[in-house]
């Protein structure tokens, strides 16, 4: 958890961090060169199998028109149909979606379910947008996709930017489509269409229960450890209250805005009311604000890095679960 | 046919001629602001409707593999299924195939045939692989593209590096895949298997039938006139034939290495048989070399760009075509 | 159980009673004024989503030609693929078969099971024709809903006029058109074509589950209640066995002939040899005969309405399920 | 063209004219009576094949929601696919709808193309929504239909209340659906998607075809033939035009507010410019005002019926057909 | 027309003449020894693409089951979708299916239409079952084919044994399938259902014209020409009168029972009402028997063979056409 | 297991066996004739519903073309989709594959699973082709049957000459055609690609199963019986292993070349040890080489026929399970 293994994150905080596809390939050479693959391997299992970029036009609600553009990338098919989240951004960009979409093939993979990888995206800022607006753009998007989506072959997700309301959409366009409804066009759609119980809080769940066989696989107590965790959005917010329920002690959280400390613990009943009124951690009672990258690098037993990709600067994604 | 219209085009001999892209969009620019377009209806005409890029593996003859990236770009449906080229060459990219498909929707709808504009490539040098290497290569890209393309959809046809035979293979992975056999999936077919009598010298008749409309509609005799014919591939060598057969004198002819002259006209029969003899113009009897650039510049009455797009630092197509 | 709340239901009995989809409506006018929906919604909920009416020709046995009319409505399809009975009666109209259509999506909420309502029928005396002329009329209605119905869209089942054989005729075209056996495509159909076990008295089941629960909730012991049951078909008789079997005394039954009592319970064994001779219950050693809307106001703790829609004249369907 | 042979058409002035499906079935028994068809035939050949009925909710601009009710009925698929027409109106109803099909299948079998008749409507009227919820309106009817409409299957076409526009909006829903422009998924559309030129006068132009035809054969010369002309709409005025540009004096017209006469023929060219002027015939220059009715009865050699159906109380479209 | 040609014809009277497939593949390994094609050329030529048995279970009109066995063989579809008739009779089975499917792969390539060939059969009497049944046999045949036949796949004609009724049953048939009526699923249907004119007759005129340009070419005056016909059924009556008309004296005819000459020409009216009212032409007015076989050796300027396959015991088909 | 019941299996050994099909077609008259089925019925239900047979050309790996025939036969599928091995071998013909699926459709009833029989094979000597020649070749004759194989259809599995790769590259040829992964395609395909894990040892299991219930049902203690095995491949070793490991003595067991007996039962380990590296049983230590049909007649209280179909001159295959 301690030292980087992987030379290709050596970079100082000076330097820009690599982009999301540089880091990805990066992680990939590194696999490769562990399991001896050559490079006519690496290309195969890097170059992603299809993408796709679309015209997304939009009459807006004041009658003038503007133009979007959408991506999908499918990485690998090999396993199954592929899945991944669709995301609502302005940064939207191709090689982002690309290293997203090969990203969802490892982690299909790694937890061997029979699908490969796939992401979305449109280059657009969600709040700017009236819902009727929105919709429409997804409608859109979705009927350009019809031929390569669909429960055998592609299905979306939420991610950054869309919620279930907008895999209500896809779904629609898509059951319109084949003239039938299909709930297993997308995942994360609302619970009365067929939505999964427990997706709220999955992520969550899943990182604690990965901590704690971690734990138990290092012979570490629970109730003796300590917890560092960086982000407190839905998956952030959702493992400091869980590992708060397994007898961790959670030291340090971090937002967008700021990052917290109690070496005793934070009280997280507090904290939660506190980020509830304020919208922000920083100033959390009981706490003291310390430097949102010195959180990285606290002494903790758990550091749960849960923030969009790309917000650490000294250590990649990789080195946490490779670490 | 004179002078340039298009300040854009006004660049020194020493910038770079701006990417086929940059090009394209300059053009719609120019068309938009003559027609009184404003900016959200260019993008919309500008926008490809549809990108597609997709891997294309290859086990080489010799066991190995090598991944190529192949693109196919439809520009615009609106008219009908989209159509255009395929082209193989190392210099494939993105931006010259999304130029390539606008102008194939342009043309389209200039001669009013129901069709909107496409291109694809395949980012590999057709030379350096054997024939049932580069007969993979293809199948597997027409695989990638089956639910996208089609008779009613999408239609390929021959282009820099491609011909028949890369177009028969195109038609038969996808009537295997329809399960009977589909002649409208491509054009530029072999004859035997459907294609159009006439289709190789269409684009040299194509160009002398303009020029002699051009002439009669400018009051010029073809039998005083003097052409020069930049190119003397497929087009060009077809139009050096067919405006001698009109009466036009063709004083000057360019291939990649040289161009010729004579003021008196050429002989074509000697130029043609010391062209098949050696490989290029330069030192046809009868003839002086002159420079290629130069060409352009002869006080002709016709010129005839026939070469590939890019080749004229001076005069964009838009030029000849606008002037 | 007992006072009707339902002001619309005060008809007199020398009036009519409303037809079924006057009653369906009323019945939703009802629950969207409890529930505070406005005109709007109530016509959105009421209105069926498509109507197929379709002309079945016949040529019978006798070589002559006759036309039938078939109907099937499909009610709502927000929740998943509708479902819903086929009926074959010469009273079949399109207000009767929009009523159960309305129905079934209803009663496939209440359970919540992810279908929709959906009922249909043919306008025909099944008892005037022969096996293979019901055969020919099933097959072609079925070709004609061919596009509209399937598993994945509309699923028939058994119900007044039509069985198991019916249901293997549907599917059994259905398969033909798709090329391959569909057992999907109907519910009801024999066990030997992938028919559900134990779905002969699964309504009977359920009615006396429903009752049992019904007495717990209230605090009442079975072994003391007594009940009422009007209609002895498949599901009134099931029931008046099932009931018996839980200790229930039975003092009442009836069929479209008349009606049984004894105020000790009827000996249910003796009253069943004697309807399979006589084919009525009237009669029935130790019981006396009552009229047959005075079952309906029997000094009883359950009174079971197994007779078809609209049999009883002074309370709707909606008293006993809402009352 | 005098006497009525239809005794089912005798009715006085007093009674309502029978219904559009009345009335179609009556001549369809007369026409069955005539050719000795027995009753099963009849019914046969009366009996729609097929008949949708739709459910249209929309969405209006203020937030409101409103159900409407569309039809759809194909008559008879025998010698091809059904088309005809798509009416907006509030006077929609099945029966009208049923009559018009039949009517279409006549129309095509007496013209001898392979198709068969089909009509269709929703209940709504048009002049009470914007442009954009006519165009939800259509889009939601066009997509509840999409399994039983296309090319191959059933062709609309704009009729009462719909227009070239509608047209449009139903080729692009259909096309969305199927992937790729489907030009025959509709008639009467737009020119610029493949409409095809002349439609606009092509049923005038019929109607005064057929009238110089039927001069020929009775050996009447059209220059001193006189004609009456019910009906100033669309095809009236064209008729007019057409019938006056072939020799034919017109003598009298009528739109729904009046008839106007002058028996040396009308000046139509003043007549056009009053009626573009003023909205109505009556008060044209050169022209007395008459009962409409009694144009029906005024002494010419050609009376020409170009009003919608049933405005004629005395004679019905069929006595001038057959008359 | 006189010598044979091919060595393995020369067999005597006494041995049975080669089975069709025999022959077929004989005339093949002839045309590629003249073509200098190696043997894995003529076995890809030789070898059907696809060869199809059905079980055709037929319930018949007495209640019992009778299950026949259905044959279609597509032999090549390089050029086409296959076409080629469907035969019922008892003798049918793959052997000679197969040869007729190469036949006509050989037919459609000569006359250049853009198809392959292919045969069907039904081992089968069809004189023996009643028309419902017969119905019932095809539809069951042509169920049991659909995935593989179509306008774009396979298509069906009349051959022995069958006739526009049955190419109607399968026309049904498969639109019940396709959902709407798909005319060009087969060839030789009634001209009501869209059969092409002049079809009956286009046999005969066929080998007319053919006779014709024969004369022509090798300098003979139709009206000095003698003529033989072999068969008088569709086909050789047809050729009959045709040759007639065109100036031929025809001399000879035959039928399954016999042959008739005059040397002076047949008063082919005469021959004509005979045959219509005896079912034979043996013994017509103004002719002599002679022995069938005797027929082909006649001193004539054209033979006509125009029999079943495998008639003529001295000579092969191929010789009167390669002779 | 030891007197034949069966009439049809007395033959001597003098004369050959019994081809596969007609011992089926005679165990079925058997089964017919005790279940007192007519004619009729026997006739449907021997018939295959579909046969097909396919060209297979190969480019082989030095250039030249060679052509295979494929069968593959559906027998029955009353009860779903129909499923069977595919076969490759050179002695492979239409009516072996005929019988091998009519016993397919026998097994899967008897099992009771919702499937039916079908086979398949190729007549190739695959130890004579390089594993990219029978690459080709399977996805050449899986294009050929590509309307007709699928989940819903027909399911290959492995065979006598094909294995887990052969699947893969079915499966693969048939995903490529829908455009998604589809593992349901085939069944014995490689576990990393969705196959079933237990398959390899599942016949040695069920053989080795059913024979420990038969011991039960004879009160036969297993410590105490003695078995013999025919047959040392996959099956047949596998079940001497699985036996041994029950405690039943195995006291002989055959391969292709000779049968080996210990009366005190085989060391199995030394036995498979030897075998591993002789490739033959005979040999083995502690072991006696017997004549392989001495094998048959053995006294042992089981004997496992685990060879190829037909191995047995004296005993039926139906006799051991029967008998």
Redesign the interface.
């Known amino acids: 958890m301690t030292t980087s293994v992987l030379p290709i994150t050596t970079s100082t905080s000076h330097t820009p961090p690599p982009s999301p596809w540089m880091q990805a390939r990066q992680q990939l050479q590194y696999a490769c060169d562990k399991l001896g693959y050559d490079d006519?391997?690496r290309?195969?299992l890097e170059?992603?199998?299809?993408?796709?970029?679309?015209?997304v036009?939009l009459r807006k609600d004041d009658g003038?028109?503007?133009?979007f553009?959408g991506h999908r990338v499918q990485h690998n098919?090999?396993?199954?149909?592929t899945k991944g989240g669709l995301r609502y951004s302005p940064d939207v960009n191709l090689d982002e979606i690309r290293a997203l979409a090969m990203w969802m093939t490892w982690k299909c993979a790694l937890v061997d379910v029979?699908y490969g990888g796939a992401k979305g995206g449109i280059c657009i800022d969600p709040r700017a947008y009236s819902t009727a607006e929105l919709e429409r753009v997804t409608r859109r998007y979705t009927?350009?996709l019809?031929?390569?989506i669909?429960p055998?072959?592609d299905i979306p997700a939420p991610d950054v930017g869309t919620d279930e309301q907008t895999m209500a959409w896809i779904m629609d366009t898509y059951s319109?489509?084949?003239?039938?409804?299909?709930?297993g066009a997308v995942t994360g759609k609302p619970l009365s269409l067929?939505g999964s119980a427990g997706r709220g809080g999955a992520t969550s769940e899943g990182v604690v229960t990965v901590s704690m066989l971690a734990f138990a696989r290092r012979g570490i107590d629970p109730r003796y450890a300590r917890a560092a965790v960086q982000g407190y959005g839905k998956v952030g917010a959702g493992a400091v209250r869980l590992l708060h329920d397994a007898g961790v002690r959670v030291v340090a959280a971090s937002d967008q805005y700021g990052a917290i400390y109690n070496p005793d613990g934070l009280d997280i009943d507090a904290v939660q009311v506190y980020f509830e009124t304020s919208g922000k951690l920083a100033g959390a009672p009981g706490t003291v604000e310390i430097d949102r990258d010195s959180l990285l690098e606290l002494d903790v037993d758990l550091l749960i890095p849960a923030a969009v990709e790309g917000c650490s600067t000294r250590r990649t994604p990789a080195e946490f679960w490779l670490g």
């Open positions: 006519a391997m290309v195969l170059t992603p199998r299809r993408e796709f970029t679309v015209a036009p003038t028109i503007e133009v553009i098919s090999s396993r199954g149909p029979p009927s350009e019809l031929p390569v669909g055998e072959k319109v489509n084949t003239g039938y409804t299909v709930p067929g």
